[in-house]
């Protein structure tokens, strides 16, 4: 899969990676900055999506649709495609022009707007990665949670770098018996559940 990584995705990887270690470092505040996963991260997401079973993709959370990328790779594997949300206009922005430098528009469905408000009509979710504002975390899972596959997986970044604000949906989902789930110590924390 990874051998599939064009050389127009590489650059555009590279762009953002850059972009993304400048913000974090020159004070640009928190919602202006992208935010990304590590490129480890986007791998590990990566592997996993492409061994879900039949079902959606969903990615909530885009921002200039770096890993959106990651999963493209994934998407084109399985003949799939995203559905990738993001409610910033200006990230919007920055994520239209990532699919079309990175030749990928083709394996993703980029919603603009609030994915709490379009999660309620999907169903067959197969994969979700979940990395938005933490504070919404909770209430994506429970709109989601119900309608995942068996043996689909919800994925949520940031388990341990900000596990204490995303704590009672960790909480919820390693208590919950219809998953099994776990923290995966990579990148910034991944919860993994796996439906049963």
Not at 56 to 77: C, D, F, N, P, R
């Amino acid at each position: 899969m990874f051998h599939t990584i064009t050389a127009q995705m590489q650059a555009r990887m590279k762009f953002l990676e850059d972009i993304d270690a400048t913000d974090r470092q020159d004070g640009t505040e928190r919602l202006k900055r992208l935010r990304q996963i590590p490129p480890v991260t986007g791998k590990f997401i990566a592997l996993q999506a492409v061994n879900c079973p039949k079902g959606k993709m969903v990615e909530i959370g885009t921002s200039a649709g770096y890993s959106t990328m990651w999963l493209s790779l994934a998407a084109k594997e399985r003949g799939d495609v995203i559905t990738a949300f993001e409610i910033l206009p200006e990230k919007v922005v920055l994520a239209k022009e990532t699919f079309r430098v990175a030749e990928i528009e083709q394996y993703v469905n980029l919603v603009e707007g609030d994915a709490v408000e379009f999660l309620e009509d999907m169903d067959e979710i197969a994969f979700c990665f979940l990395d938005a504002e933490k504070e919404v975390y909770e209430e994506c899972y429970e709109l989601i949670k119900d309608k995942i596959v068996p043996g689909g997986l919800i994925v949520a970044d940031n388990a341990i770098n900000h596990y204490d604000t995303i704590k009672p949906m960790i909480d919820k989902a390693l208590a919950n018996t219809d998953f099994d789930s776990l923290v995966v110590p990579i990148g910034k924390g991944e919860l993994v559940c796996r439906r049963i």
